[in-house]
């Protein structure tokens, strides 16, 4: 998990901090002039007009998460007794050593039509909150 949320926490950071730089000064100054607190400006002004990076960052994280293969393949290769193999990783694992070339090209073939599948789902969701706020 660390080694997860090193690799990860750079690029995230990057995302928010562009969106937040994108959200102008005034929006914060008529914020103050209605009485906004700074949690009431966070949750009514910033965050609705950071959804959209909020929600690339989403799908984002969620590809890197099932996509995971270099941090298994650094770090435990899968073991001990395949406890921590990810789909990526058995997809190559069984392709390569096992000579299973073809039913793994199938395979990868299966879980890329699958991340694309959760992608769209995920931003048809998040699109739908971007529209009611």
Do not use: H, R
Not at 4 to 18: F, K, L, R, V
Not at 26 to 45: P, R
Not at 53 to 80: E, H, R, W, Y
């Amino acid at each position: 998990m660390a080694v997860c949320a090193w690799q990860s926490i750079a690029m995230n950071t990057i995302i928010y901090i562009s969106g937040i730089q994108t959200v102008s000064e005034d929006v914060y100054e008529a914020g103050a002039i209605d009485g906004a607190t700074g949690w009431q400006k966070f949750k009514n002004l910033t965050f609705p007009l950071i959804l959209p990076f909020f929600s690339i960052n989403m799908v984002l994280c969620m590809k890197n998460f099932l996509m995971v293969f270099d941090q298994i393949m650094a770090l435990t290769k899968g073991g001990p007794a395949q406890s921590t193999e990810s789909i990526s990783y058995l997809i190559y694992n069984n392709g390569m050593a096992g000579g299973q070339f073809g039913f793994q090209s199938a395979n990868a073939v299966v879980f890329f039509v699958l991340i694309v599948i959760l992608s769209i789902v995920q931003m048809t969701f998040s699109g739908k909150k971007e529209e009611q706020l």
